[in-house]
């Protein structure tokens, strides 16, 4: 299984970036995929989630109503559209493929198996 992430970069504040993060190996369709980041310094947190069939999604606090998460199975991809970003949001952003087929608990790290690569994110003001 392999997850190759792409986007990200350094954006001013306010500003949008999109992440992309696409599987192979795996029946992406029966799977839910997740986003991650990790700021210098600090543990890995959960960003969004989304459901093997997009029909539900779930997001950290801090970035509701300003991130989107989205899939298309056609593509076996996942993307994370990030608007109005703030400096806070400064981190390496990972995409994750759920351990088990169908749902998954969203937040918990543990419930993916495998990782992206890993795409850093800054935003300065």
């Known amino acids: 299984v392999q997850l190759v992430q792409s986007g990200g970069g350094s954006v001013q504040a306010g500003g949008s970036l999109r992440l992309s993060c696409v599987v192979s190996?795996?029946?992406?369709?029966?799977?839910?995929m997740g986003w991650f980041r990790q700021a210098p310094g600090k543990e890995r947190e959960f960003v969004a989630a989304?459901?093997?069939?997009?029909?539900?999604?779930e997001y950290l606090d801090s970035v509701a109503g300003r991130f989107t998460i989205a899939r298309d199975n056609a593509k076996d991809t996942v993307y994370l559209q990030m608007n109005s970003l703030k400096p806070e949001d400064t981190a390496v952003y990972y995409c994750?493929?759920?351990?088990?087929?169908?749902?998954?608990?969203?937040?918990?790290?543990?419930?993916?198996?495998?990782w992206g690569q890993g795409t850093q994110v800054t935003v300065f003001s």
């Open positions: 994750g493929v759920g351990r088990f087929p169908g749902d998954l608990k969203f937040c918990v790290e543990l419930a993916y198996s495998y």
């Open positions: 190996g795996r029946t992406f369709s029966a799977y839910g």
């Open positions: 989304i459901n093997w069939n997009a029909t539900e999604t």
